[in-house]
């Protein structure tokens, strides 16, 4: 199995593995400790099959091939599609050429992203907005008309705001290999391209809400949640039903004994555990339809803990005030 050392750390991994996946490997090692030195992904979705390779935000700098050609590759490369070989070396965060690069790769992403932060519910679990946050520029050079979409629904659950889009192609590849049908896509090309669906159709199969949870951005919202609040006033619970359609695992977030929107589990890259049917997603919006299991784990760096909703002894206290009143409505 080849050798790798990424800022550093060396790791071996089986063949085939990319760049991005055995930086992944490196920082989920249990006695890691540091910044982690993952490259960040807007397009790659470990589930979705050829995904990765159209936002090049995952671009590295390899300092050396491998043991058998050490010189350097010629430019950065997308982590996500280039795989290791054995005695590569790849420099991440400690180089300054590469962050420069990625810099100038989030302007691009920026050019035509609309700066909505306050008003836009993916505002605080944004990939864009961390990488706007850590890489973007204090203002914009571009001096062109941005282009600019109207607001849709696509479906009864939907709402595809294209001016927010970034065309990662997550929720393409999400509606070609987990839903019965697809009826969306990418029409023209070019700065004109656009997510769209075909003339007077609509996104109704099953599990067309995990299109939602792959955007990493907030051009798919959640209708049925959209406005209801920020999502660091929320805290987020595990809980799990009996669903012949998909696992029933999913992640509640609730405001005081509401639960505002069912999401899936994602992992610390942000990526779904497992898919849920709409059914779950959008119907099962009572806390008597879940058994909770507790509260979820949210990286400390995110908003979202500031909420401090992991007090275990006020979070008992919650779920108790609620089967008393369950109780009681019985």
Known sequence: MPKVTIDGHTIEVPDGTTILQAARKIVEQPDYTGVSIAPPAMCFYTKLKTSGGYCRTCIVKVSKGSEKDPRPMPKPVASCRTTVTDGMEVQ???????????????EFLLINHPLDCPICDQAGECDLQNLGYEHGLAKTRYDFKRRTFDKIDIGPYIKLHMTRCILCYRCVKVADQITDERVHGVLNRGDVS??????????TNDFSGNVIDVCPVGALTDRTFRFKS?????KPLDAHRACTKCSGKVALWMKGNDVLRVTTRKNKWGETEEWICNECRFEKKEVKDWVVEGPR???????????HYE??????????KQQKQLAGKQ
Do not use: C, M
């Open 92 to 106: 991440n965060i400690t180089s300054p050429e590469l962050l420069e690069a990625r810099k100038g790769v989030v």
């Open 194 to 203: 656009e997510i769209s669906t075909y003339i007077e159709k609509v996104i």
């Open 297 to 307: 784990h949210i990286e400390r760096h995110s908003v979202i803990s500031a909420n």
């Open 311 to 320: 007090n275990l002894s006020q979070l008992k206290l919650d779920i108790n």
């Open 230 to 234: 920020r999502v660091w006033f929320t």
